[in-house]
T-cell receptor, first 113, second 114 residues
Framework: SAVISQKPSRDICQRGTSLTIQCQVD?????MFWYRQQPGQSLTLIAT?????????ESGFVIDKFPISRPNLTFSTLTVSNMSPEDSSIYLC??????????FGPGTRLTVL | GQNIDQPTEMTATEGAIVQINCTYQ??????LFWYQQHAGEAPTFLSY????GLEEKGRFSSFLSRSKGYSYLLLKELQMKDSASYLC???????????????FGKGTKLSVIP
């Protein structure tokens, strides 16, 4: 199984600023994803992070707001841009190691004031 | 469209057996996952079913019926540490960006009492 780490684990940010979240996997993985979990809710997919090309975003999420990078098979970043209180959430990185196992990082708890 | 339903909350007694049901209606199907999530923590992978039938892993078993759009997670010999939310997620290749993305239900909060 893949072990996923995320930095930072939590942050409190001011409205209008941006935060970049890093995700590191301990082995090469085929696919990486970014999810959001708002308070009391289940997980929602933001985008698929594609290695060496632009991420694929789900409906309701756009690159200008959530730019994503994936420079190699073990690392990805998600930036939450021009933050507002509605962006307060837990952001989770996920990796697909084999077709039947998908793992999640510990999450980044973001609070926007 | 996509719809994944599971009960919001369940309570069971330590040492007992509990079954958490999940029904789904999705445009496609490429596997169903169950995750355990303790409060404030990330989801932990429990099981994956892509063919009909029962998959057993220790105290946890998961069942799938694709024709009925139905799955359940069975927890045996419940322990206090099993108190958590249990998330049902479907891999739906027709739902958007790729073949491996997951669509999650809202989760079932299980409380295990002495």
């Amino acid at each position: 199984s893949a072990v996923i780490s995320q930095k930072p684990s939590r942050d409190i940010c001011q409205r209008g600023t941006s935060l970049t979240i890093q995700c590191q996997v301990d082995s090469q993985v085929t696919m990486m994803f970014w999810y959001r979990q708002q308070p009391g809710q289940s997980l929602t997919l933001i985008a698929t992070a594609n290695q060496g090309s632009e991420a694929t975003y789900e409906s309701g999420f756009v690159i200008d707001k959530f730019p994503i990078s994936r420079p190699n098979l073990t690392f990805s970043t998600l930036t939450v841009s021009n933050m507002s209180p509605e962006d307060s959430s837990i952001y989770l990185c996920s990796a697909l190691g084999t077709p039947d196992e998908q793992f999640f990082g510990p999450g980044t708890r973001l609070t926007v004031l | 469209g996509q719809n994944i339903d599971q009960p919001t909350e369940m309570t069971a007694t330590e040492g007992a057996i509990v079954q958490i049901n999940c029904t789904y209606q999705t445009s496609g199907f490429n596997g169903l996952f169950w995750y355990q999530q303790h409060a404030g923590e990330a989801p932990t992978f429990l099981s994956y079913n892509v063919l009909d039938g029962l998959e057993e892993k220790g105290r946890f078993s998961s069942f799938l019926s694709r024709s009925k759009g139905y799955s359940y997670l069975l927890l045996k010999e419940l322990q206090m540490k099993d108190s958590a939310s249990y998330l049902c997620a479907v891999r739906d290749p027709g739902s958007g960006a790729g073949s491996y993305q997951l669509t999650f239900g809202k989760g079932t909060k299980l409380s295990v009492i002495p």
